[in-house]
């Protein structure tokens, strides 16, 4: 008996009821609330607010509790929203060199001007599963300080001060910041564009091109110069009120790679640069991008391009996870129009093989 | 000095209004040479005709670069009532315009002042908006081209006299080219880049 | 909370208008790409962003909107992209071809002609028909811009000396307006006929790739080929098992593990009016066997 795909909508409801259902999990087990989610799952909330391109914590916590703590499902809703909001204006450039800074560290100087900040990290930590934390206990409270009172200038900027480094390239402040959300793509692609793109990316896409890059698929020879985290004022300039108005403070996690030196018969030799930068803690992320913002500046340091991560189309049209998970995952939909042609000719083709194998001699005057 | 309260009406619903004008303007461009006429009411400033006026509540904002003809351009409350309604930027080169306005055809200037885009990217050209006397009588023009079934016949008076003799150039050019939408008060006429003259005659 | 509010038929205004300019420019220049900056919708891109930005930028309060997907009006996406407008936009909605004003599709083109007044918008997954030959959008883009498409030529010539045939069975290129190739979006080639000198508009979003393109109505649309290997049209030789029909596409139906199989109208609306009209097929109720070949 032929069964249509009748009754389709009654399937999606049903699907969408259990999927409620499955997400609530056993009813017996208390429901984590968004709080507990920016709380403790913040290191989830910071990525989904980086990839979705969205600062607001408690949207974030959201996503993940309605994608079930699918990172991309979660970041996916955030991107969808974002999409809606109307834009009053660009902010400011935040000064991460005002941060108030919680983890600071440098690979490149033993000790450096307001001094090495562990912070709350991973790093050093036995990766052993405690079972204390299972049963949940309350941990010690952290030990404090007062809050270093020098400046804390970056490590670029002290090298740069020597011109070790190259400068940081300044567009001229009239120029219009790309933004790739409003303005279609088209390449050869800018480093503004390219940053955002990686500010969005996927952080396994990521984490594998950076990867690629220090195993020699392209080698940029990286130094982490300086990963910080913490706090930065965010201000924008209102036209009508003529002076910048603080909106609020963010937290950021940025890292600055200093690689390879180049120089030229004009240019004294010097290290360059490669940047990362991220809502919320986002440590590897921040890496990552540095070293493959670095390795996407071949074609401007006159490299030649061989490797995945030095090639910018390669990279930002497939850095997407919302883009890529989307046209993945759109295999699922119904495809059998187009199987059915395949099918047809793939008949045909056999069809034709089979009679003249049959028929050799046929072969050979068709040859 | 006019301020903003004075300032001729934007749509009174901008949603369905920039609907309707929008369906207008892609039936027009689809069927070039057909008329489409533009329900959606809004102020006028002078000068400026009912279609015109639409066509910029519907399509014009910070990213429309616009450039108007001169008459336009020295009337204050052109400029005022169109930075207030669609926040378009009104530029003083037309090469680099994504719409003009033209108002009084002795000032149309020579379409190579406005831009037909690049091999590469034909649509970063200038889409010409002009107002002319009627789409409805005066010269026969009969027209061939995508969107258009054979060939059809626009009753128009248009200034200036050779606009389709200037506009031959966008056949040499395509794909680059400009794309003209005449205005008739609130009749509406598209001439995309691919629409031929066959004859004209009365 | 930022409680989220969305505008009549989801995509606020600055948006619409920016797809409409894109939209205006895809018609005035037949077959090519227009980029234009799509937007994360709330449905995953591939699954008809593309089509869905294009339609919910076009449609208005009169507007009869249709979405098929495999030709079917049931199919599971067809019915989550109709409700997404019926929410937002509060249009009224068909499975009726001819009462439609605006039909949204996926992977084919309905059976009976279109008529003037008509938008047909496609959902288009890879809009670049040289993107397989050519993965750089900075090389595809020359291409076109030189009207070079030797290529493209190379490779199905290159099919027909190993196969015999030209092997591409869906997503077959067209030449449209004697300049442009084009991808007509996964549409089997059976339905590439149906595009040349159409009476309706047809528009072709692609949401991920961010391009938008068109076909104004009466406009040529060739299918590549050449002399010695002309196009041709595939269609599984039988009647819909339904309604009878000996020129529509059909759905191969699995009917047991034995082998059996029954064909009919992949276009659901076609096949249904016809029955209506009291057309019959070999009947539903018994599958029969397929006959000995295509």
Redesign the interface.
């Given at each position: 008996m032929y069964v249509a795909v009748k009754g389709g909508e009654r399937a999606i409801e049903n699907a969408h009821r259990l999927l409620a259902h499955e997400r609530r999990g056993d009813r017996d087990v208390p429901e984590v609330s968004l709080a507990q989610i920016s709380e403790q799952l913040s290191l989830g909330v910071d990525r989904v607010m980086t990839e979705g391109s969205l600062y607001d914590r408690e949207l974030a916590s959201l996503a993940i509790k309605q994608a079930r703590g699918d990172m991309i499902e979660a970041i996916f809703l955030v991107r969808a929203f974002r999409a809606t909001l109307p834009r009053f204006g660009a902010t400011e450039p935040v000064d991460t060199g005002r941060m108030q800074v919680r983890r600071r560290i440098s690979s490149t100087f033993k000790d450096i001007p307001g001094g090495q900040i562990l912070g709350p990290t991973f790093d050093y930590t036995h990766r052993l599963l405690d079972p204390q934390l299972a049963e949940g206990f309350a941990p010690e409270l952290p030990a404090t300080s007062d809050a270093p009172a020098g400046a804390m200038p970056r490590v670029t900027d002290i090298l740069g001060r020597d011109g070790l480094i190259e400068s940081s390239p300044r567009p001229d402040d009239d120029a219009p910041v790309g933004d790739l959300t409003r303005e279609p793509l088209s390449f050869p692609a800018d480093r503004d564009l390219r940053l955002q793109n990686l500010a969005r990316a996927d952080e396994g896409f990521l984490l594998a091109l950076g990867y690629s890059s220090q195993r020699g698929y392209g080698r940029t020879h990286p130094f982490a110069g300086e990963i910080r985290l913490g706090e930065v004022e965010v201000e924008f300039l209102a036209e009508d009120v003529g002076f910048a108005v603080p909106l609020g403070s963010i937290t950021l996690t940025e890292c600055q790679m200093v690689n390879q030196f180049k120089g030229s018969a004009t240019e004294g030799p010097c290290f360059t640069r490669g940047y990362g930068l991220a809502f919320g803690h986002c440590e590897r992320k921040v890496m990552s991008m540095a070293l493959v913002d670095r390795s996407l500046r071949a074609r401007e340091l006159g490299e030649e391009v061989l490797a995945p991560s030095q090639d910018e189309e390669f990279v930002m049209s497939h850095s997407d996870n919302v883009q890529a998970t989307g046209f993945v995952e759109h295999l699922k939909l119904p495809h059998y129009v187009d199987f059915q042609s395949e099918l047809g000719l793939l008949r045909k083709l056999r069809q034709e093989f089979a009679e003249a194998e049959a028929s050799p001699p046929l072969r050979e005057a068709a040859e | 000095m006019t301020t903003f309260a004075e300032l001729p009406s934007g749509f009174a619903d901008k949603v369905l209004s920039a609907q309707t004008t929008f369906r207008s303007v892609m039936d027009a461009m689809a069927r070039p040479g057909s008329v489409h006429c533009i329900a959606s009411a809004s102020g006028t400033p002078p000068g400026v005709m009912r279609g015109t006026a639409a066509i910029a509540l519907t399509l014009f904002d910070h990213d429309t670069p616009l450039w108007l003809d001169p008459r336009m351009a020295q009337a204050p409350e052109v400029e005022k009532w169109l930075k207030f309604h669609t926040s378009a930027p009104i530029v003083s080169d037309s090469s680099i315009c994504s719409f003009a306005l033209i108002g009084n055809a002795a000032e149309l200037p020579a379409l190579d002042q406005f831009s037909f885009g690049s091999n590469e990217y034909p649509d970063r050209s200038t889409t010409l908006i002009l107002q002319v006397e009627s789409l409805r009588e005066g010269l026969a023009f009969e027209l061939s081209g995508p969107g258009i079934d054979g060939t059809t016949v626009l009753q128009a008076t248009i200034e200036p006299l050779d606009l389709f003799a200037r506009l031959a150039i966008n056949a040499t050019l395509f794909p680059r080219g400009i794309d003209v939408v005449l205005v008739a008060d609130d009749a509406v006429v598209a001439i995309p880049r691919t629409t031929r003259l066959v004859a004209e005659g009365d | 909370?930022?409680a989220?509010t969305?505008?009549?038929a989801?995509?606020?205004?600055?948006?619409?208008?920016?797809i409409?300019?894109?939209?205006?420019?895809?018609?005035?220049?037949?077959g090519?790409q227009?980029?234009?900056?799509?937007?994360?919708?709330?449905m995953?891109?591939?699954?008809g962003?593309g089509g869905v930005q294009v339609t919910a930028?076009?449609?208005?309060?009169d507007d009869v909107l249709k979405v098929i997907?495999?030709?079917?009006d049931?199919?599971?996406?067809?019915?989550?992209i109709r409700?997404f407008f019926a929410k937002t936009a509060g249009v009224a909605t068909t499975t009726s071809t001819t009462d439609a004003t605006v039909i949204q599709t996926?992977?084919?083109i309905p059976e009976g002609a279109l008529h003037?007044g008509q938008v047909l918008v496609y959902q288009v997954?890879i809009p670049e028909p040289l993107r397989f030959l050519e993965p750089?959008?900075?090389e595809t883009?020359?291409m076109?811009?030189?009207g070079e498409y030797g290529l493209m030529h190379v490779k199905l010539y290159e099919d027909i000396a190993r196969?015999?045939?030209i092997?591409t069975?869906?997503?077959y290129p067209v030449k449209v307006?004697a300049?442009?190739v084009m991808d007509p979006s996964?549409?089997?080639?059976?339905d590439n006929p149906k595009m040349d000198?159409c009476?309706a508009?047809q528009l072709f979003g692609a949401g991920?790739e961010?391009r938008i393109y068109?076909?104004?109505?009466?406009?040529?649309v060739v299918s590549l080929d050449f002399e010695d290997h002309p196009f041709t049209r595939?269609?599984?030789d039988a009647p819909c098992?339904?309604c009878g029909a000996g020129d529509s596409?059909?759905?191969?139906?699995v009917?047991d593990d034995k082998g059996s199989r029954?064909f009919?109208c992949?276009d659901?609306d076609y096949c249904e009016t016809r029955q209506s009209q009291g057309h019959r097929g070999s009947e539903?109720?018994a599958?029969h066997k397929e006959r000995a070949?295509?």
């Open positions: - | - | 909370m930022n989220p969305y505008n009549f989801y995509l606020d205004e600055q948006t619409k208008r920016m409409r300019r894109a939209i205006l420019k895809a018609i005035a220049i037949p090519y227009v980029p234009f900056a799509s937007r994360e919708m709330p995953p891109y591939g699954w962003t930028a076009i449609l208005g309060r997907d495999q030709g079917s049931d199919t599971t996406n067809a019915i989550s409700k996926r992977h084919r003037a997954p750089r959008e900075t883009r020359r076109h811009a030189l196969f015999g045939h092997a069975a869906y997503a307006n300049r442009y996964p549409t089997p080639k059976f000198n009476a508009l991920r961010k068109a076909i104004p109505p009466h406009t040529s595939y269609r599984f098992a339904l596409y059909l759905d191969e139906i009917t029954m009919v992949s659901t539903s109720a599958p070949h295509g």
